[in-house]
C-alpha cells in the first residue's frame, strides 16, 4: 500500500489538491473520505467534482445519501454515509449497483461508517486539522 501525505494552508489548496487528484481518476475508482466535522470534506469534494470537468455547484449530500453528477468526464456518485444508521441502508440508495462502475468514479464521504462493505481496492483519504499550524492548515492522508 503506497501512502501519500499532502499538506494544504488554504481551503483553495485543498480543492487544487482535489482537482488534480480527480484529474488523474480512473473509471470505477473508488476513494473513501473521511475526517471530523469542518475539516474540509465539502471543499475536497468540489475540488474533486471540478477535476471529473463537473461545473454545477456541489454540496454535501448528507440528507439524501446520494448525489450523481453525470457532466463531466467520468460520472461521479458521491455519497455521505454521516447519517446511515447501518450498511444495509446501502442497498437501497444504489451502493451496490453504482460503486466500481468503470463509466464512473465514486466519492464517500464517512466512509468508516460502512467499512465492512468497502472494496478491498479503495483509495483511503483522510483530512485532519492541527490547529497549531493554523486554522487553514490541513494534513490529506491518501493510502491506495
Given at each position: 500500500m503506497e501512502q501519500t501525505v499532502v499538506e494544504t494552508y488554504s481551503p483553495e489548496e485543498t480543492f487544487v489538491?482535489?482537482?488534480?487528484?480527480?484529474?488523474?481518476?480512473?473509471?470505477?475508482?473508488?476513494?473513501?473520505?473521511?475526517?471530523?466535522?469542518?475539516?474540509?470534506k465539502t471543499v475536497f469534494a468540489q475540488g474533486f467534482g471540478a477535476g471529473l470537468g463537473i461545473t454545477?455547484?456541489?454540496?454535501?449530500?448528507?440528507?439524501?445519501?446520494?448525489?450523481?453528477?453525470?457532466?463531466?468526464?467520468?460520472?461521479?456518485?458521491?455519497?455521505?454515509?454521516?447519517?446511515?444508521?447501518?450498511?444495509?441502508e446501502m442497498e437501497e440508495v444504489g451502493f451496490y449497483d453504482l460503486v466500481g462502475q468503470p463509466e464512473g468514479v465514486s466519492l464517500i464521504e464517512w466512509s468508516r461508517l460502512i467499512e465492512g462493505i468497502l472494496p478491498k481496492d479503495a483509495i483511503r483519504v483522510t483530512i485532519e486539522k492541527e490547529p497549531e499550524k493554523g486554522f487553514d492548515y490541513r494534513r490529506i492522508t491518501m493510502n491506495s
Open positions: 489538491f482535489a482537482r488534480s487528484l480527480a484529474e488523474q481518476a480512473k473509471g470505477g475508482e473508488v476513494f473513501c473520505l473521511d475526517g471530523d466535522l469542518g475539516v474540509g454545477e455547484p456541489m454540496a454535501s449530500p448528507t440528507f439524501t445519501i446520494l448525489k450523481e453528477y453525470h457532466a463531466g468526464r467520468l460520472a461521479l456518485y458521491h455519497f455521505d454515509v454521516y447519517r446511515i444508521g447501518s450498511e444495509d
